[in-house]
Each structure stands twice: as structure tokens, then as C-alpha cells.
């Protein structure tokens, strides 16, 4: 794996970029963009967030993209992620912050025929992803895992180490970012988790305590997750480096 080193400044970069034009954007290129910044908006979670766009995946896995409006889809993604992560989102307050986004600088949407054209396609368009994901709304979501991992590699570190190392933010920063590929669908929960913390560690030149005393250097993580090999590791290290190369410049 080359160039691993410069995730770390793409991460960064991709983080001060100004806000992008939705009006303008080509097809379905910005869409997972424009989840991230309504779910900010919103006040979400990540993790939601992040589920919210798991079910946009999972929803054109299936659909055709030219079928249907992007960001009326994006935004039921939004409402539909609320319930599955018991953190509910106002249909009023998706339809005002997804509309403020694609138009910047307008005002909340008064009580007329826009707003109740756009509260219907939403309503509609978040049933649609419903039956489309069979009303399962149990997505598994790698941050818990993660959390966990961290939580438990904090104790084989020094004190100090451990803090001047921004371990846990780089990971969950790759965890978030790896949302905007549809990748993420093709791998297990555990499995993204210990990819993004082993991606981390790389970029920040950080060796897990003790490592190098192990026959195999990925045996680390075999406590997390016994099934995962070195190979499929690298894997997702590399699809989730490929999300800074495909990322769309703003317009």
C-alpha cells in the first residue's frame, strides 16, 4: 500500500474545503456530501449520519439513480437513519435544512405549495427506502465496534503515548469519510472498524505496544476479530484511501 502517509493530509484538506453548490453538481456525485452536511445541520450523531448513508447505498444498490431525485432520497435517508438510531428528526426541520442547502442563504420554507411539494416527497421517498430495505432498520454499525476496539487499545498504551497520539479521532474521522463509498457495503462491521484503527496507526506512524514481538504483526487485532486476514485488512485500508482520490472538487 503506497502513499498511506498522505491520507492523513487529505483527510485534512477535504475538512477546509468551502461549501459546495448542490444546483450544479452532476448526477449523484455530491449526494453522500450533502447527507453529511444536513446531518451536521440537524444536530445528528455521526453514527446516524453515517447510517443514513448506509441506507442511500443500500437503497441505489437496488434502484436506479436516474429514477429518482437525489436529494429528496437523501433526505428521507436522513429521517429514516433518526428512527433506526432512536434519535427522531422533524419532517419540518429536514425539508428547511435540505432546502437551505441546496439553496444557500434562503430562509426556512413558509407554509406553502414549495414546502408541502417538498414534505410530500420526503414522506413518500422515506416509505419507498423503507419497503426497498424490507422495514429493516437494523444497520450494524462499525463505530460501536470501534469505540470498543479503542477503548480497549487505550489500556496497552502509556498514558502519554496514548495522548499525544490523535488515534481516536483519526480513526473515526476514516470511519466517517469511508461512508461516502458505497464500499463499505461489501464488508462487516468488525472488520471496517479494525481497518480504520490499523489505518490510523499507520498514518500516524504509531506501533501497537508489543507488536513487534508477535510472530504475525496483524495478530494485534486477532482479540478484536479472529476472522479478519491480513489481506482483507489491507483491502479496506485501501478502498477507504481510494474516498480522498474520487472525492468531487466543490463547484
Avoid at 438510531?85 to 434562503?106: F, K, Q
Wanted: glycine share 6%; hydrophobic share 40%; with cysteine.
Amino acid at each position: 500500500m503506497k502513499d498511506v502517509i498522505d491520507v492523513m493530509a487529505l483527510q485534512s484538506n477535504r475538512r477546509e474545503r468551502r461549501l459546495v453548490d448542490y444546483r450544479g453538481g452532476p448526477g449523484h456525485s455530491l449526494a453522500t456530501n450533502f447527507i453529511f452536511e444536513c446531518g451536521i445541520k440537524l444536530g445528528l450523531q455521526p453514527a446516524t449520519v453515517a447510517t443514513a448513508a448506509i441506507f442511500y447505498h443500500k437503497f441505489f444498490k437496488e434502484a436506479d439513480k436516474n429514477d429518482y431525485d437525489c436529494y429528496v432520497i437523501c433526505t428521507s435517508c436522513l429521517c429514516a437513519a433518526g428512527k433506526s438510531r432512536d434519535e427522531p428528526v422533524r419532517l419540518r426541520d429536514a425539508v428547511n435544512v435540505a432546502h437551505n442547502s441546496i439553496n444557500r442563504g434562503a430562509g426556512p420554507l413558509e407554509l406553502g405549495e414549495e414546502y408541502w411539494s417538498w414534505r410530500g416527497a420526503v414522506a413518500q421517498a422515506e416509505l419507498l427506502v423503507l419497503r426497498l430495505l424490507g422495514f429493516n432498520l437494523d444497520a450494524p454499525s462499525p463505530h460501536r465496534y470501534l469505540l470498543h476496539y479503542l477503548r480497549s487499545l487505550q489500556e496497552w498504551f502509556p498514558a502519554s503515548q496514548w495522548r499525544s497520539a490523535p488515534i481516536a479521532r483519526t480513526a473515526m474521522g476514516f470511519l466517517q469519510d469511508f461512508h461516502h463509498s458505497s464500499s463499505i457495503l461489501e464488508y462487516r462491521a468488525p472488520h471496517i472498524a479494525v481497518a480504520c484503527l490499523t489505518l490510523a496507526l499507520h498514518v500516524l506512524g504509531v506501533s501497537v505496544p508489543l507488536a513487534a514481538t508477535l510472530d504475525d504483526d496483524a495478530a494485534w487485532y486477532s482479540v478484536f476479530t479472529k476472522d479478519l486476514q491480513k489481506e482483507k485488512n489491507w483491502e479496506i485500508m485501501e478502498k477507504i484511501m481510494q474516498v480522498y482520490s474520487k472525492e468531487p472538487e466543490p463547484i
